[in-house]
């Protein structure tokens, strides 16, 4: 079955500090991964995505994420985080070429950024 | 592009009242995507559509709820009757299809009394 876990419930982190989110997917074609983030009373904003090719994929805000095929993971990285951060982010996976084009998202990772 | 337009943004209704919830999708998107986020549940997909068309809607939780798509630019969830436990924050989403990125709307948050 297709599934998606992020295993940090809550993280918190020190502002101006590195931080990595883990994801790891279950999925038995070729996916499409994907980190939305989500700021209290707001949307699900896509931060970066990954499709094809490199497998170090840059995104919006300074994030940037790696696909790790032969450890079924997608780690989010940021090298310096700013207090505007602190949000929920969630990591999904998609099917390259399939029937759906449904998403499976993970059930996040609260990030908490201390001054 | 304006992205994807949700209607109401905040509902509070009392129980036993219909509730309905709109959408409007990006133009030229041909997916379109209900969600409810709650802190018990998470984010939870209830229907979606391809074409206007439903898909799936196994995540629909009973027939109290109920999804139309009348037209590629506007889609409905409604709710009837709603019941306290219903409350929460729904969200409707839209893609090109084919490639799988969704982009959600702001969401309505949903309260029963």
């Known amino acids: 079955a297709q599934s998606v876990t992020q295993p940090d419930i809550h993280i918190t982190v020190s502002e101006g500090a590195s931080l990595e989110l883990r994801c790891n997917y279950s999925y038995g074609a070729t996916p499409y991964l994907f980190w939305y983030v989500q700021s209290p009373g707001q949307g699900l904003q896509l931060l970066l995505k990954y499709f094809s090719g490199d497998t170090l994929v840059q995104g919006i805000k300074g994030f940037e994420a790696e696909f790790k095929r032969s450890q079924s993971s997608f780690n989010l990285r940021k090298p310096s985080v700013h207090w505007s951060d602190a949000a929920e982010y969630f990591c999904a996976v998609g099917a390259k070429g399939g029937a759906t084009n449904k998403l499976i998202f993970g059930t996040g990772t609260l990030l908490a950024v201390q001054p | ?113």
């Open chain 2, 1 to 113: 592009d304006a992205g994807v337009i949700q209607s109401p943004r905040h509902e509070v209704t009392e129980m036993g009242q219909e509730v309905t919830l709109r959408c409007k999708p990006i133009s030229g998107h041909n997916s379109l995507f209900w969600y409810r986020q709650t802190m018990m549940r998470g984010l939870e997909l209830l229907i979606y559509f391809n074409n206007n068309v439903p898909i799936d809607d196994s995540g629909m939780p009973e027939d109290r709820f109920s999804a139309k798509m009348p037209n590629a630019s506007f889609s409905t969830l409604k709710i009837q009757p709603s019941e306290p436990r219903d409350s929460a924050v729904y969200f409707c989403a839209s893609s090109p299809g084919t490639i799988n990125e969704q982009f959600f709307g702001p969401g309505t948050r949903l309260t029963v009394l």
